[in-house]
T-cell receptor, first 117, second 113 residues
Framework: DSGVTQTPKHLITATGQRVTLRCSPR?????VYWYQQSLDQGLQFLIQ???????AKGNILERFSAQQFPDLHSELNLSSLELGDSALYFC????????????????FGPGTRLTVL | AQSVAQPEDQVNVAEGNPLTVKCTYS??????LFWYVQYPNRGLQFLLK??????LVKGSYGFEAEFNKSQTSFHLKKPSALVSDSALYFC???????????FGSGTQLTVLP
């Protein structure tokens, strides 16, 4: 158990809908990262937050957004869902004492499996 | 841009034999390299990382990895494989100004009893 929690574990929804994925980082970790794992794209970085502020952006679609709250939990919002958005979405956290140190170990949650029908 | 290659989609090894899962990387600047393992329906578990110093890094569950700067490789090794080591292994790099990890495509390791 990494100490990172994600809810829900599974999500089934229809095209065009909007969903919210939630992540609680390990106690004391300031950085939260979101990744998408799909069969065709592999594991891809979406976005990083550090202590409430957006820190880095990857291959995140404009239909997707995220935020990190004062208690450091994070939410990933996916809207206007398409079939191709079906994937496993991981949250990871790291301690990041210095606004995101690239040598930090990222600890991953169990993921949320999103199925868009 | 940084990238990681795992040239083998699948590696099969007999239980008790040594195993190697290959990884090569391409970065500008110093590479920070990581290995993660993913069991079915589970998240990624951290195994080990190379930041600096000794080229041989020891990690969890008896795994180790050898950093080779001239060959830009970071192969994962274990002296004696267990059936329970069967899983999907990912190599990742964090380099330059980016904090995020760039992952390889993964290697499915199967240890045969």
């Amino acid at each position: 158990d990494s100490g990172v929690t994600q809810t829900p574990k599974h999500l089934i929804t229809a095209t065009g809908q909007r969903v919210t994925l939630r992540c609680s980082p390990r106690s004391g970790d300031l950085s939260v990262y979101w990744y998408q794992q799909s069969l065709d794209q592999g594991l891809q970085f979406l976005i990083q937050y550090y202590n409430g502020e957006e820190r880095a952006k990857g291959n995140i679609l404009e239909r997707f957004s995220a935020q990190q709250f004062p208690d450091l939990h994070s939410e990933l919002n996916l809207s206007s869902l398409e079939l191709g958005d079906s994937a496993l979405y991981f949250c990871a956290s790291s301690v990041s004492l210095t606004r995101g140190d690239r040598t930090d170990t990222q600890y991953f949650g169990p993921g949320t499996r999103l199925t868009v029908l | 841009a940084q990238s990681v290659a795992q040239p083998e989609d699948q590696v099969n090894v007999a239980e008790g034999n040594p195993l190697t899962v290959k990884c090569t990387y391409s970065v500008s600047g110093n590479p920070y390299l990581f290995w993660y393992v993913q069991y079915p329906n589970r998240g990624l578990q951290f195994l080990l990382k190379y930041i600096t110093g000794d080229n041989l890094v020891k990690g969890s569950y008896g795994f180790e990895a050898e950093f080779n700067k001239s060959q830009t490789s970071f192969h994962l090794k274990k002296p004696s494989a267990l059936v329970s080591d069967s899983a999907l292994y990912f190599c990742a790099v964090s380099a330059g100004s980016a904090r995020q990890l760039t992952f390889g495509s993964g290697t499915q390791l199967t240890v045969l009893p």
